[in-house]
């Protein structure tokens, strides 16, 4: 029998507490309501997305140009049509940007698996596992070109990226190696093939085979080999491809095959080399010259990769040198002199500080369409936005100090330079491209980026098509 305590303290726990059928009809209450919430939450979410979506693709382009890649990446993750907008204004603003695999897939050190979809340009660094696993959920639909660096190309691996290769248009080897034949396994499967470089450092186990085929689509062949090697199959390559119109390749190798050069029916319209100095250079000047008349090539560009090896001495000699369009130099030298190169259409060099008279050097290369300086300050180009009528690409891969950049903020003051590009007779545009964090600083500041004769965007966004890397640049 319970006692009257115990009868009491029932009665005061049926007060308090509820019962079981009210348990529950509260419990379905607050879950209803919470339902609500989330139904709700949802609607509102769809409906933002939607009025988001409803804006045309002009207004993403602008809102976006406002975002880093990293922030642009973030944003793209946020839905499947999102994605495909931000794929579109990535391809406009870093055109020319090369993705890299390194265990991972990466966009200029930003990580966005979505952006697979859109690169155009990969590069593959040493032989791992991972890139050939990656390709099982990856086919890289947009891929045009790739680039293996110290890769050890085998059968088997070759055989899981037949799919990409039948895709791309170009195909680079840098310091790798193929154990079979590289027509068979590798080159046969390249059907869209337009550019081909292969260094002197890739080692081929049918060593020149592969040259005795005939790749139809073929326009721009890269051999590049510091090795005086004279190549027997090179003539056959020649005369079973005489669709190509761009050859790149070293001096000395070029030196020691010049009868083959000479005896070919090839008509480049560029003709590229990367300077040995154990070539001597009057005697080349002369093989060139030779080559031009007989119409072997229409334009020529020279790079200079060692910093001490682009004097005044080698410029007095090139300015004998027909059609010389293109000059890249990785020069330390003090005080060369770049005037007599009068037909320049394009310099690359990496550092301003050592060209003599900058000043008054755009009076002299009259016919300057493009400049490349590693290093350099809004000063240093100055004299170009002045003087350089046909001037219309400046590219600045370091930009430092000036009058009108302020290094703390990382402001152009473009208007300034296009108010100074006006005073020009007869110009045309400029455009001036940037690394991003100096792109972003000053659209945040200026707001706007294009002027009726300067123009500014992002150095990604245009591919400047060097064929040799000189330095860094």
Not at 137 to 158: E, G, M, P
Not at 240 to 263: C, D, E, H, V
Not at 372 to 400: E, G, M, Q
């Amino acid at each position: 029998m319970r006692t009257m305590n115990e009868k009491q303290y029932d009665n005061n726990n049926t007060d308090n507490e509820p019962s079981e059928k009210k348990r529950k009809s509260n419990d379905e209450h607050e879950h209803n309501q919470h339902q609500s919430i989330i139904v709700t939450s949802d609607v509102q979410l769809k409906m933002c997305q939607s009025s988001i979506f409803n804006l045309n693709i002009d207004c993403f382009e602008e809102v976006f140009d406002y975002l880093s890649l990293k922030q642009l990446a973030i944003v793209g993750e946020t839905s499947k049509r999102m994605q495909q907008i931000v794929g579109h204004c990535f391809r406009q603003s870093y055109e020319a940007a090369r993705a890299t695999f390194y265990y991972d897939f990466d966009v200029n050190y930003v990580h966005a698996n979505f952006l697979i979809d859109f690169i155009r340009k990969i590069r593959v660094l040493q032989s791992n596992e991972a890139f050939y696993e990656f390709l099982r959920w990856n086919r890289l639909h947009s891929l045009v070109q790739i680039r293996f660096y110290d890769h050890i190309l085998t059968k088997a691996k070759i055989e899981c990226m037949q799919v990409i290769l039948g895709r791309v248009e170009a195909v680079e080897l840098l310091e790798c190696k193929i154990e079979s034949d590289f027509f068979e396994t590798f080159l046969m499967f390249c059907s869209n093939l337009r550019r081909l470089c292969v260094d002197g450092t890739t080692i081929i186990g049918t060593q020149y085979n592969w040259l005795l085929q005939h790749y139809p689509l073929l326009e721009h062949f890269q051999l590049l080999t510091a090795i005086g090697l004279e190549i027997e199959e090179l003539a056959t390559f020649f005369q079973l491809n005489p669709n190509i119109k761009r050859l790149s390749t070293g001096a000395k190798f070029f030196w020691f095959n010049q009868q083959t050069m000479t005896n070919t029916n090839l008509k480049l319209n560029t003709l590229a080399i990367k300077y040995d100095k154990r070539v001597y250079l009057m005697s080349f000047c002369r093989l060139l010259n030779k080559l031009y008349d007989s119409g072997f090539y229409k334009k020529l560009h020279l790079y200079f990769d060692h910093p001490l090896g682009f004097n005044q001495k080698i410029i007095e000699e090139l300015k004998s040198v027909k059609a010389l369009v293109k000059v890249a130099a990785n020069s330390r030298q003090n005080y060369i002199n770049l005037s007599c190169l009068i037909n320049l259409e394009e310099l690359c060099i990496t550092c301003t500080h050592a060209v003599n008279d900058l000043e008054h050097l755009p009076n002299a290369l009259t016919n300057l369409r493009r400049i490349y300086f590693l290093d350099a300050s809004t000063d240093d180009i100055l004299p170009f936005i002045h003087r350089a009528p046909k001037l219309n690409k400046i590219k600045v891969r370091c930009l430092r100090g000036g009058i009108h950049f302020d290094e703390q903020s990382n402001v152009i003051d473009l208007k300034a330079l296009n108010e100074e590009r006006e005073k020009v007779g007869f110009a045309t545009k400029i455009t001036f491209y940037v690394k991003e964090d100096v792109y972003l600083a000053t659209k945040w500041t200026m707001i706007k980026t294009e002027f009726n004769l300067i123009e500014m965007r992002r150095i990604d966004s245009y591919d400047w098509n060097m064929e040799f890397q000189i330095d860094t640049l």
